[in-house]
């Protein structure tokens, strides 16, 4: 914990009652034993009781809930100059949010405006169609309704590279209902409504296969993913039913072999996610499994393909709103210095964990973690990182949580994007809507294929433009409040981001020393700012209580941070 002032303690004790004279007290006079890392309310409520199945929290310093310090809210001077008496000094304040962590903006959203408008005049001038699914890698693909899948360069340069498909094809195979790119960047698999599926070749935009048997004819393609293994993929069926693909290329022909991994006639399946890892995990010995996750109506599977066919685990919902759409999502997270894959999936307003290991002897470990809480019915569930989540309920709007200490950092209203819903190929509308009730209910909701992560970034497809969401930096953030002239939010940010207590935090030092010598460089920056802006918003007339006010309101924040940041 770091230093603070003599008075800081009585902070938050004294923001809600009248102030009295005080006299300054320490942890010595409390006989209070020092820590390292103190714990928190938090993780005492959440200590494991049960030892087969623990509960493993991330590193304690990133979980601790009670973030406002004396110094993270608008706090009066420790003295007056002409007072050498500071235990005797009746303190004024200012009541502002003394209960209230400031996170600031977390999510910078951006519109591609290049391939957006390149979407719209391809629907206008080739009757390409309207956008119907979208994935990212290092290009940006969009499948449309009139079976064309458009591949433009990614955020800088966002032409339109290549064209894949023609609306011939689109007429005989339908809309693009799914799009996946393998892990280097050089295939696209395209699944489509009638339930074909084409692999193209992004460096020279070739046809490579055309694959009409992997799968029970007359069902549209919900999902179809690329494993990390090159040449093994998944798909899922409008009739629940989940396959692998197996690519092979033998005496010059390309084959696909396909094996049943789930049929539907056992329980639809509706959402699939096998497990990524990047190159610097590609020798984690979880990766070797080539795990797959896989939502049924009623329950989740996690599988092995690797070595051979192994169910691993099951976790059924209980009881949810059949309307409700499933949601997975793998992330590597550093659970206990160990770097490990943590699922998260949801089926209504509960967000589950579930953590896996392999420990020394070689057993396999599938570990529930604490659940996520929320008043809302998701519809989208992406890691942003490894502690942070975004989510999106089914009134359109994103809620950003940091999973350790689970508090909610911002929401966004994303309804002016104009989501594109999956409701069409989950009703199985081109091959006649020969599927269950069941599966129509879901799909009313989902949009699978209109979100997808890459590197950080959150990608959504709308009807007319493509949109990204990626964390602010966290000078982005400061600047942020400061175009607002929101200075005591922007000095309670920044010194939380001084104190390593803020959330989602980008592009600072990991050394402590390091990162407190750029924050307080920057806090500085913003007194400075924040007293000149004072000054020429001074009251030139009036009563004198009133220019007494202004002083007494700004000068006890710019003397306490001072003396915080010992710059003086």
Known sequence: MSESPDTRSLVSASSQANLMEIDAIDD???????????PTLESILNEPEDEDEPFILEDTCLLNTE????????TSS?????????????RRRKAVETNATVHGSVLKHSVLKGISAQIVSAADKVDAGLPTAITVSNVIAVGTSHGLALVFGKYQNQALRLCLGTTATGAEYGAVSALSINHDC???LCGFAKGQITMWDLANGKLLRTITDAHPPGTAILHIKFTDLPTLAVCNDSGGSVFELSFRRVMGMRTCESRCLFSGSKGEVCCVEPLHSGPELKDHPITHYCLLAMASLTK???????PSLKVWMTFPYGKTDPASVPQLAWQFVAVQKAVNPILAFC????VHFLLV????SGTVHVIKQRQLQLSCDLISLTWLNSRTLVLMDSGEKLHVYDRPSQEELETLDLSDVQLVYNSSHFKSLATGGNVSQALALVGEKACYQSVCSYGGQIVYLGTKSVHVMTLRNWRERVDHLLKQEKFIEALSLAWSFHEGTAK??????????????????KMVEILFQYVERSLKKCPEQGKIQVLEQHFQDMVPVVVDYCLLLQRT
């Open 78 to 90: 420790l003295a007056s100059s002409d007072s050498g008496d500071r235990a005797h000094l009746k």
């Open 504 to 521: 989602a935090v980008l592009g600072l030092f990991g050394d402590p020393v390091k990162r407190k010598g750029v924050v307080a460089d």
């Open 67 to 74: 973030n406002i310090d004396a110094h993270s809210c608008e």
């Open 347 to 350: 089926r209504g307003d509960t």
């Open 357 to 360: 290991k392999k420990d020394e």
């Open 186 to 188: 050089t295939r696209l």
């Open 28 to 38: 010595k006079e409390f006989d209070i034993p020092q820590v390292d890392t103190p």
């Open 300 to 306: 989740i599977l996690v599988i092995g393909l690797k």
